[in-house]
Every structure is written in C-alpha cells, then in structure tokens.
C-alpha cells in the first residue's frame, strides 16, 4: 500500500522538513514506550525518520530540523583577488598550475573546478589557446 508523502516541495526543489509538531508527537509516543516500529507506523513515517528524531531528542533535547541546503559562499572568495591576480601577470597558467600555486602559497586545498568556477562567477574566460576559425573541410 502506497502512502502519500506528508512532505510538500519548496520551489527549489528541495523537500520541505517534516512540521514540529509532528516530530514532537511521534517523540512523545516512543518516549511514552512505544517502539520506533509502531511509532512509525501510526504516523505513517519511515522507521529510519522515526529513530533518528528519538536519537535527536535523548542527543540535543530538541527534534528541530538541521538547516537545509548549502551556505553562502564559496571557499575561494576569500583568494579571488590573488587568482585574478596571477592570471593578470600570467595569463597562461593552468588550472591544475593555480591549484598547486593555492596550495603552496595560500595553504587552501581544492579541485581545478572551483577555481574554474570562481572565475566564471567573475566573468573571466579561461582558454590557454586563441580562438581558431572553424575548419572549411568539416562538415556542418
């Protein structure tokens, strides 16, 4: 037997969290000795939803919701100025070049996508070769 999901969806995208009340309840019925089994049962949760926010109320003496989705930000907004920096001195370093360069400089450990993607927040291309005209043989 199907159970419609008690969840709506944000516009994000993203799942809304269960209400608090329903958390509390469901809370109090494990506290008050039913199992985690019955309790998910009667409110037609997952047993895993139903256990964890027991474990989170004997853990933090809340059942709140942790916040949803990423922060603000990213690591390397901090070091954009010194990025835009060295590819204004030397505008053919690679990314795996200023990764190192990141690295060893500024002690931050990250992937050639984040630099690749801090600089397409910034507006900056980053192509090693110029543009060259299409081919008159390849077919279009």
């Not at 409110?43 to 942790?66: E, H, N, Q």
Request: charged share 30%; glycine share 8%.
């Amino acid at each position: 037997m199907l159970i419609p999901s008690l969840r709506l969806s944000r516009e994000d995208g993203m799942g809304k969290p269960y209400s608090m009340d329903l958390r509390e309840r469901v809370v109090a019925a494990i506290e008050g000795g039913e199992s985690t089994h019955q309790a998910a049962a009667r409110f037609a949760i997952g047993i895993a939803t139903a256990g964890a926010w027991a474990r989170l109320k004997r853990s933090t003496g809340d059942v709140r919701p942790a916040k949803q989705g990423k922060p603000k930000g990213a690591v390397l907004d901090a070091h954009a100025d010194f990025i835009l920096g060295v590819l204004a001195e030397a505008p053919d370093t690679a990314l795996d070049e200023m990764v190192e360069r990141l690295r060893e400089e500024r002690g931050v450990t990250v992937v050639r996508t984040a630099v690749w993607k801090l600089l397409d927040r910034h507006g900056q291309t980053h192509k090693k070769r110029l543009p060259m005209p299409a081919s008159k043989s390849a077919l279009m």
